[in-house]
């Protein structure tokens, strides 16, 4: 069903110049019908709830896997009309992640860029990533920060990285400090269903939270279908096609099934995070 909750395009040809020239565009503007994002929470809080004792609420990555009622979000025309405008009419979900900070003690997370992850999976590597506010998120409660241009630097989204406390952060790597300027940082303050949306080699973090607020985000990201799935990454990871045509000749995954029996080979190798 078209999109009549807003108008199209959903981003000015401003905003996308905005999002190529910096890597990141942050909109405070709602994403989903007010309905459709209530249904969207409640169903995470559900997720939340019967998470397995002692798994921490940062790593609920790649959940539609086995949850294929959240194709009824990742296929929105609302989210969808997002990242046409930067993405091209033909669309790919490539993957999704709640990354939910606890209040008082949820991880920080390591200066890092998402391609670093994703570097035998994608060619060529043009993803973009709707980061959808659950809870508010601000700076005290350990908000994204991002570092303006760092997508367009000569690592291209391959920095190097160094090893941090595993213990601490949701990552246990982090950028080596000489190839980050944070003073450069934006933080990306949002309430709930507000966005931001980040190319997929910018340098991003955050800090740990430590208020008593919780922070959760609903990362969903997409790719054009002429971006191939490369096929060593087809053994431990699905893409799925969101709208238009297949670009590149590859198959995609059936958002009306559950991949449990993939899933767990997937963290059986040590796919997990990203």
């Known amino acids: 069903m078209a999109n009549t909750f807003f ?100 991880r920080r997370v390591p200066w890092h860029e998402d391609s670093a992850y994703w570097k035998e999976m994608l060619e060529p590597m043009e993803v973009a990533t709707i980061w959808l506010a659950i809870d508010p998120s601000t700076l005290i409660n350990g908000c994204m920060q991002v570092i303006p241009r760092s997508h367009n630097t000569g690592r291209q989204g391959f920095s190097d990285y160094d090893p941090v406390d595993a213990s601490k952060n949701v990552f246990p790597t982090e950028i080596t400090k000489t190839q980050r300027d944070e003073d450069r940082a934006v933080a990306c303050e949002l309430e709930p269903n507000q966005c931001s949306i980040h190319d997929g080699r910018i340098i991003h973090g955050s800090k740990a939270n430590t208020s008593n607020i919780r922070r959760c985000g609903y990362t969903m990201r997409y790719i054009s279908t002429a971006t191939k799935l490369r096929e060593r990454a087809q053994e431990y990871h699905k893409i799925y096609l969101a709208r238009g045509r297949d670009l590149a000749n590859q198959s995609y995954a059936d958002p009306t099934e559950s991949y449990g029996d993939f899933l767990q080979h997937r963290l059986k190798i040590g796919k997990r995070g990203h």
């Open 7 to 106: 108008p199209k395009p959903r981003l000015s040809t401003a905003q996308v110049e905005v999002y190529n020239h910096e890597g990141y565009l942050i909109s405070h503007h709602d994403v989903l019908p007010p309905d459709k994002f209530s249904g969207l929470k409640t169903h995470f809080e559900k997720k939340l709830a019967a998470l397995p004792d002692g798994s921490r609420p940062e790593g609920m990555d790649v959940p539609h896997f086995t949850d294929p009622a959240l194709f009824e979000w990742l296929f929105a025309d609302e989210v969808l009309d997002l990242v046409e405008p930067i993405l091209g009419s033909d669309l790919a979900l490539f993957s999704s992640h709640f990354i939910c900070k606890p209040k008082g003690d949820g």
